[in-house]
């Protein structure tokens, strides 16, 4: 999997088309949907325009709330693979940690993994006690766990967790949807290492070895966020931006559902 890719959250009609097709050019091989987003149709649509194989492109997607419980799930997956126009999902994740239904619903993304019809399944929204309960009743342990991680909601505990569990983490709204670009400290490292905020940002994942999922829908700024592959922030200045932490969350915080 790919560690940088594009994120399609709030893309709709002919701009998410155009955006997919714009970051494949550029290079990028992830798209990140789910059904929530209400644009597999159109991602499907740019998928299929593209003359890259299947097997270059890793989509993800996700199940949505209401779709929790197992007969519901396995329905939801094949709604969105056939709106996504695909034969198989790369990766599909439980969008959010619904207490009501994600035990079965987990159930579920298991039988399509053993039935070949998904390459890996994982999870979003999964604090450490989500974790552990989960670990109480899955046979297969999720390849990813996708969650707000930024260096302003810095959640080791999580972070530690899925590298000892050999989950891979996924960063989302990782450029914190530009709200921390103007702080003093990020931009002395864009001053130092003559990149812009959201490059440093995105940098600083990859260093962290987290996968990350920056969403827009203009050229110049999917190159730029591409970009961020392309240098390497020195080790003392990754530690720098852990401590940047206040615990700040553009998302709901999934504790609601414990
Ligand atoms: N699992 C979950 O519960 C969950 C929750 C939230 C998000 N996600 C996923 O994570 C992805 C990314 O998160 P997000 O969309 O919330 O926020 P984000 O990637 O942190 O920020 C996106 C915003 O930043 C702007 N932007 C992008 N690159 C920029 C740049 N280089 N310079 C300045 N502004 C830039 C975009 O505007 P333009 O489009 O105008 O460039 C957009 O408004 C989503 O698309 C979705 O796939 C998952």
Redesign the pocket.
């Known amino acids: 999997m790919p560690l940088l890719g594009l994120?399609?959250?709030?893309?709709y009609n002919s701009e998410a088309e155009q955006a997919v097709e714009s970051a494949l050019k550029i290079g990028y091989r992830l798209i990140?949907?789910?059904s929530m987003?209400n644009n597999e149709r159109e991602i499907g649509s740019a998928l299929k325009n593209s003359a890259l194989k299947r097997t270059d492109i890793f989509v993800t997607t996700?199940l949505n709330n209401s779709d929790h419980g197992y007969d519901q799930a396995l329905k939801a997956f094949d709604e969105s693979l056939q709106k996504l126009q695909l034969d198989y999902i790369d990766l599909y994740?439980i969008?959010?940690p619904i207490k009501a239904g994600r035990k079965e619903s987990w159930k579920a993304l298991e039988k399509l993994y053993a039935d070949n019809r998904v390459r890996a399944i994982g999870v979003?929204?999964y604090t450490v006690p989500f974790l552990e309960e989960l670990k109480l009743y899955s046979n297969i342990t999720p390849a990813l766990n996708?969650i707000?991680f930024t260096p302003w909601l810095f959640q080791k505990d999580v972070l530690d967790y899925c590298k000892s569990d050999r989950i891979q983490l996924q960063s989302?709204?990782?450029?914190?949807?530009?709200i921390k670009?103007n702080d003093p400290r990020l931009l002395t490292l864009c001053t130092k290492y003559e990149k812009?905020?959201?490059?440093i940002i995105l940098n600083w994942n990859i260093q962290l070895g987290v996968s990350t999922?920056?969403?827009?829908?203009?050229v110049e700024?999917l190159q730029?966020?591409f970009d961020a592959l392309n240098f390497t922030l020195e080790s003392d200045d990754v530690i720098f931006m852990n401590s940047f932490n206040e615990g700040f969350r553009?998302?709901d915080d999934p504790i609601q559902f414990l």
Not at 7 to 11: A, I, N, R, S
Not at 172 to 178: A, M, N
């Open positions: 994120g399609v959250y709030d893309m990140d949907t789910a987003y996700k994740l969008h959010w979003a929204n996708q707000e989302y709204s990782p450029l914190t949807r530009g670009f812009t905020p959201a490059q999922i920056p969403k827009s829908t203009k700024r730029e966020n553009i998302c």
